[in-house]
């Protein structure tokens, strides 16, 4: 059974860059997230999607970052003008909605490095 | 906002018993997840609780304390490839449907 891919796994850009990263859910999972993960830091929330609506945008951290779903499945962040803060990596998840948040399903992540 | 505390690291010895602590201060509470975490790789679930009390899986148990905002994994009858990061997570909320995470402790497991 597939799991959540995303891709690239790597990826190296130079700061002012855009950048693309794609996330493709377990399918039927109509719940989505977007995290990213510092080394030795926590995983840091960054955006939430109901199908295609995103009804938590909150851990965005600047305009530079923003997030789409299509066909309540695949996800595309993009991060505009990267700079070298944006170094992490990001994790998509996924999760069956029910009564009640369930045990999200990550992905492998895409480690990204801006120079 | 959300603060969620555990330490950042342990180390234990192969075939004993590890307990991690997380300790959380949430706006709301609508259940605390456990993930391990190999270098590299993606966070796994490990368990979930919602009530007080202690739920059991195998070699790991996890507890939970809602008026004291305090959970606990045990990992028993640790192995060499127990070693890894375990991150305490919690879902604030009714109308939350995100994760907060702790930042995670590093197991290390020694022969």
């Known amino acids: ?115 | 906002g959300q603060n969620i505390d555990q330490p950042t690291e342990m180390t234990a010895t192969e075939g004993a018993i590890v307990q991690i602590n997380c300790t959380y201060q949430t706006s709301g509470f609508n259940g605390l997840f456990w993930y391990q975490q190999h270098a590299g790789e993606a966070p796994t679930f490990l368990s979930y609780n919602v009530l007080d009390g202690l739920e059991e899986k195998g070699r790991f148990s996890s507890f939970l304390s809602r008026s004291k905002g305090y959970s606990y994994l045990l990992l028993k009858e640790l192995q060499m490839k127990d070693s890894a990061s375990y991150l305490c997570a919690v879902n604030g909320g009714f109308n939350d449907y995100k994760l907060s995470f702790g930042a995670g402790t590093t197991v290390t497991v020694r022969a």
Do not use: M
């Open chain 1, 1 to 115: 059974g597939a799991g959540v891919s995303q891709s690239p796994s790597n990826k190296v850009t130079e700061k002012g860059k855009d950048v693309e990263l794609r996330c493709d859910p377990i399918s039927g999972h109509t719940a989505l997230y977007w995290y990213r993960q510092s080394l030795g830091q926590g995983l840091e929330f960054l955006i939430y999607f109901q199908g295609n609506s995103a009804p938590d945008k909150s851990g965005l951290p600047s305009d530079r970052f923003s997030a789409e779903r299509t066909g309540g499945s695949v996800s595309t962040l993009t991060i505009q003008r990267t700079q070298q803060e944006d170094s992490a990596v990001y994790l998509c998840a996924s999760s069956p909605v029910g009564e009640r948040l369930q045990a999200l399903h990550f992905g492998n992540g895409t480690r990204l490095t801006v120079t």
